[in-house]
């Protein structure tokens, strides 16, 4: 079977779009899957290659770059990450992707396959907590977003951008007399701002979670009713892949350099909320 060979890399949420694409691949033509790993080996960061911690009972087959050396052909999407066009799978010769392939397009028909082993190869961590009150859940991103050349191509939504949508939906549960949970996720500790910032939008009562665990914070994101995050794949992720969550919120302006749009990752259940970049 002729080989399509992805480039793994980034985080959970980045890797989680590159299996989406690869499915999406195979199914429009039959091939054989190989994840080439050679960047996570080369440069350690965020989790390695994180599907295989997801999903432990995927086989997943995997190569090093330098031990897969037949001819193909070359598709690069780094210099457009949101880039959808079917064409690419008439090629006949083994194919060597490399992106971020985030575009709802690849989703459609690839999600459901993927909630699937999700859920029956972690049974035991299934998002099906059961809780008195409905469950908001907010993911801050931060991280390496605050640095170097990211600080202009992602950019980094305000906290006041998603405890303001967490309002919104707030105000609407306690039109039926019920009060929510609210949970905030952050990849770093918040500072005195932040609960300054908090204590504005009348959620005192947030709860704060933090765990040394990815794996425990993807699938506690994911078990709520609502899930609310920053431009991240991974708190994208996390709301996809619940069987909790009714609603999951993305900000208006995905990236600050608008490589990916908002509007391309609409899908399912993704809905759209108004945010704004820090200055910083």
């Known amino acids: ?12 949420g980045n890797q989680l779009f590159q299996f989406a694409f690869a499915l999406w691949f195979k199914k429009l033509e ?12 080369s440069l350690p960061s965020h989790q390695g290659f994180a599907l295989r911690d997801l999903f432990p009972q995927f086989t ?3 190569t090093n770059g330098n031990t897969f050396r037949i001819p193909h052909i070359c598709i690069n999407f780094d210099p457009i990450p949101s880039w959808y066009h079917p064409c690419i799978c008439q ?8 992106g971020y392939f985030q575009n709802a397009q690849y989703l459609h028909s690839t999600l459901g396959f993927i909630r699937d082993n999700l859920n029956s190869s972690t049974p035991q961590r299934r998002m099906t907590q059961l809780c008195e009150s409905p469950r908001i859940c907010l993911h801050l991103r931060r991280g390496d977003y605050l640095s170097g050349n990211n600080v202009n191509v ?22 039926s007399g019920l009060e929510p949970e609210v949970c905030l996720y952050s990849d770093q500790a918040l500072n005195p701002a932040d609960a300054a910032t908090i204590s504005k939008h009348s959620l005192t009562d947030v709860k704060i979670n933090s765990s040394n665990s990815y794996l425990d914070d993807f699938f506690g994101v994911g078990d ?16 996809l ?3 909790r969550a009714q609603t999951i919120w993305i900000p208006s302006v995905w990236m600050k350099s608008n490589l990916v749009r908002s509007q391309d990752l609409l899908c399912d259940r993704v809905r759209v909320y108004n945010a704004e970049f820090c200055l910083t």
């Open 224 to 239: 709520a009713e609502h899930v609310i995050c920053t431009n991240s794949t991974f708190g994208y992720w996390a709301g």
């Open 30 to 41: 039959s091939r054989s899957i190989y994840f080439d790993i050679s960047i996570l080996l």
């Open 154 to 175: 992602h950019g980094t939504i305000t906290l006041s951008s998603i405890l303001h949508q967490a309002m919104i939906l707030v105000d609407s549960y306690r039109l």
């Open 60 to 62: 997943f087959n995997l």
């Open 91 to 98: 090629f006949q010769d083994p194919v060597y992707a490399k």
């Open 1 to 12: 079977m002729t080989p399509l060979i992805v480039q793994a890399k980034g985080g959970l």
């Open 241 to 243: 892949l619940s069987s």
